[in-house]
């Protein structure tokens, strides 16, 4: 099982940018794919998630209106938009075993990627 998430970048306040995570080696026929974000001296934080069918989603209320989740059973995007400073964070994206969206992240049925990095300058 393997995620791998690529698209940070540096961008300036009221850009853009779109995430990318490329699922390989999942067998799960029902799952959640969420996006987190870390920033420094923060804790890691659930922005968004989708489930299996599309029919569930979540944005945190710093993301609502400006970022939109989309997955399938072999990538999932963020796309963000209106970026501000504050987003600025090492983001990353999970899948777990479920159909509930928000999700509560089974340590044991929770696969990870690494990060990937955006930085959003003033």
């Known amino acids: 099982v393997q995620l791998q998430a690529y698209g940070g970048g540096l961008v300036q306040s009221g850009g853009s940018l779109r995430l990318s995570c490329a699922f390989s080696?999942?067998?799960?026929?029902?799952?959640?794919t969420g996006w987190f974000r870390q920033a420094p001296g923060k804790e890691r934080e659930a922005i968004s998630c989708?489930?299996?069918?599309?029919?569930r989603t979540y944005y945190a209320d710093s993301t609502k209106d400006r970022f939109i989740i989309d997955a399938d059973a072999n990538t999932a995007y963020l796309q963000m938009s209106s970026l501000k400073p504050e987003d600025t964070a090492l983001y990353f994206c999970?899948?777990?075993?479920?159909?509930?969206?928000?999700?509560?992240?089974?340590?044991?049925?929770?696969?990870w990627g690494q990060g990937t990095q955006v930085t959003v300058s003033s």
């Open positions: 989708v489930n299996f069918s599309g029919a």
């Open positions: 080696g999942f067998t799960l026929d029902y799952w959640v």
């Open positions: 999970a899948r777990t075993r479920g159909v509930r969206c928000p999700a509560n992240w089974d340590p044991d049925n929770t696969y």
